[in-house]
């Protein structure tokens, strides 16, 4: 095989594995570490992956790569939609109490199954998305707080200290949250360090936090992290996670529900 095409190869598995490791490639390939390390500088330096240790990942998983909500609304759109109504559930019917909902796309698919569960309750929602507020005024049965603070662009999300304050006063009864990453090792993480301060506040403020993650992002690591696993209750996602990741989960008393 020619290098260009093994070049090419790898390059392909990576978009579509999102990471590949050093061994891995060497016993495909029938070539040396060595090899397989020069092939992965090679193709960083022309922009089809990023090194880290052991291996590669792809670019669109570095840590401080961060897509604008549009272009994150066409992603795995039936998955966040199976993720948003099984999570929903964790909500009893006609519930009357607070809920605190992070900014993101999956935390924006939960709102319609939401309201149709505490249909004829009473219930005051928080949130911290522009989006979310638009969407949740003026719902019946619902009493809407919008956390202040400044907007990001990229994602719609109120951050700052004075969100981060604003969380501080409060206790509700139920939190979801979104993550940009999941790992048995660095736990939850996002890129920007404002959004994961609010991700923070937001994780120690609610007495039962739900995570609302799609199985693309098992194993990813952002920049900053933002809680621990042993600091969530719940993981809503739609593919059973891996092995090491299952039981880090497992060892800290986190539930995993499979939409």
């Known amino acids: 095989m020619y290098q260009a095409e093994r070049l090419d190869l790898i390059a392909r598995a990576v978009r579509e594995a999102g990471r590949v490791s050093v061994r891995e490639l060497a016993e495909q390939f029938d070539i040396t570490t060595e090899t397989v390390r020069r092939d992965l500088q090679g193709l960083e330096e022309a922009g089809a992956l990023q090194r880290v240790h052991g291996g590669a990942i792809a670019v669109r998983r570095a840590s401080l790569v961060e897509r604008g909500v549009g272009e994150r609304l066409a992603d795995q759109g039936d998955e966040k939609k199976r993720i948003a109504e099984r999570a929903a559930h964790a909500i009893p019917s006609h519930f009357s109490g607070s809920i605190l909902i992070d900014a993101g796309t999956t935390t924006a698919a939960l ?46 999300a109120a951050v700052g200290i004075e969100t981060v304050r604003d969380i501080e006063r409060l206790r509700p009864d139920v939190a979801f949250i979104g993550t940009n990453g999941f790992s048995t090792d660095f736990g939850l993480s996002t890129p920007d360090v404002d959004e994961a301060a609010v991700k923070n506040a937001m994780v120690r403020a609610a007495r039962r936090v739900i995570v609302l993650s799609d199985s693309s992002k098992f194993g990813d690591e952002s920049l900053t992290r933002f809680a621990g696993l042993d600091d969530i209750d719940v993981v809503v996602t739609d593919a059973e996670p891996p092995a090491d990741l299952a039981a880090a989960f497992e060892l800290a008393d986190a539930e995993v529900w499979v939409a």
């Open 111 to 156: 709102l319609d199954p939401l309201l149709a569960r505490i249909a004829g309750g009473s219930v005051q929602i928080v949130t911290n998305a522009v989006a979310h507020a638009a969407a949740l005024a003026g719902r019946d049965g619902v009493s809407l707080t919008v956390l202040g603070g400044r907007v990001r662009t990229v994602t719609g």
